[in-house]
């Protein structure tokens, strides 16, 4: 009777053992991709900011500011391995409706590590750009570590330093920050009294910016939770400022932050159990089969021997 009993654990601490890294695995795999039909809609709003208003040419200050951004999935262009999105951002002012830019970006990015792939027509405003590096998210079970960044203004990879853990609506985020020295991106000219310079005529100066850019990423999906940009644009001219073109921190407003946090639920719950818990779990009761298994068929022969 032990003996049967015996074989019968261990054909179930077989069954867990071989169960726990499937689930590790081909599971959890699975479950770990962005999706192909991935859609989303995101606000950031600026207080107090700064923008050159190039139809009325004039500066405005203290305004708010608001930059819509669309990011829908091409799912004629994605694989199972990789994701193709389009990006549409618009800012404008939220006070006058006033448009004050709009950009586009379009990239391939591996579903599961969320880094740039050199394919399907990347670009960035209609120009045709190879990217590299993190494109919009970041890993499943993002690491606290440096990152690099693909930045889309001066279309370099920046690095996306870790700087902490912090809480987010309640929910554990990973803070990174991405820092964008000084850069020339562009020439502008202008006319010398918009630049507050003497004489008549124009000038022609650089066009310089930087930013500061802050992820704050739930790290089981590698999903942004939410997202500041503190962006800076002027002109130089011979090296001095002459014109503040854009002075603004852009910060997720409370309904992207809540509806971001909502849509990463499933799988900061999920993901962790069939990745970790569940086969750590199986792990142990298979071994623990096994283990009793070999006690009852120890024991049962020594009954035997004994009879």
């Not at 500011?65 to 193709?84: F, G, K, M, N």
């Not at 202008?190 to 630049?195: E, G, I």
Request: charged residues 25%; negative net charge.
């Amino acid at each position: 009777m032990r003996r049967t009993v015996a074989v019968v654990l261990i054909a179930f601490g077989v069954f867990f053992l071989a169960a726990a890294p499937m689930m590790r695995t081909w599971m959890s795999s699975s479950l770990m991709k962005t999706p192909l039909d991935y859609y989303s809609e995101t606000v950031n709003v600026a207080e107090g900011a700064t923008y050159f208003n190039i139809e009325d040419v004039e500066l405005v200050e203290d305004a708010t500011l608001e930059a819509h951004a669309t990011i829908r999935a091409d799912v004629a262009s994605s694989t199972d391995e990789i994701v193709v999105w389009d990006q549409f951002t618009w800012l404008k002012d939220a006070e006058t409706d006033f448009g004050i830019s709009s950009t586009s970006r379009r990239a391939g990015h591996d579903r599961v590590t969320g880094e740039a792939v050199d394919c399907c027509d990347s670009m960035v405003n209609e120009e045709s750009v190879v990217q590299s590096g993190q494109a919009w998210k970041f890993p499943f079970f993002t690491e606290q570590r440096d990152y690099d960044f693909y930045e889309t203004t001066v279309q370099e990879v920046v690095p996306m330093e870790f700087q902490g853990v912090e809480a987010v609506e309640g929910v554990e985020a990973y803070r990174f920050v991405q820092t964008v020295e000084p850069t020339v991106i562009d020439e502008r000219t202008l006319p010398r009294s918009v630049a507050g310079l003497e004489g008549d005529g124009d000038v022609t100066g650089d066009e310089v910016f930087s930013i500061t850019r802050t992820y704050w990423i739930e790290p089981t999906t590698g999903s942004p939770l939410k997202v500041s940009e503190d962006q800076n644009r002027v002109v130089v001219v011979d090296g001095e400022e002459v014109l503040t073109l854009l002075d603004a921190e852009l910060v997720f407003d409370d309904e992207s932050v809540r509806n971001a946090v909502a849509n990463s639920e499933q799988g900061r719950t999920v993901l962790p159990l069939l990745h970790t818990t569940l086969p750590i779990a199986f792990l142990v009761v298979g071994v623990g089969f096994v283990g009793i298994a070999v006690v009852l068929y120890v024991s049962g022969r020594r009954s035997d021997h004994h009879n």
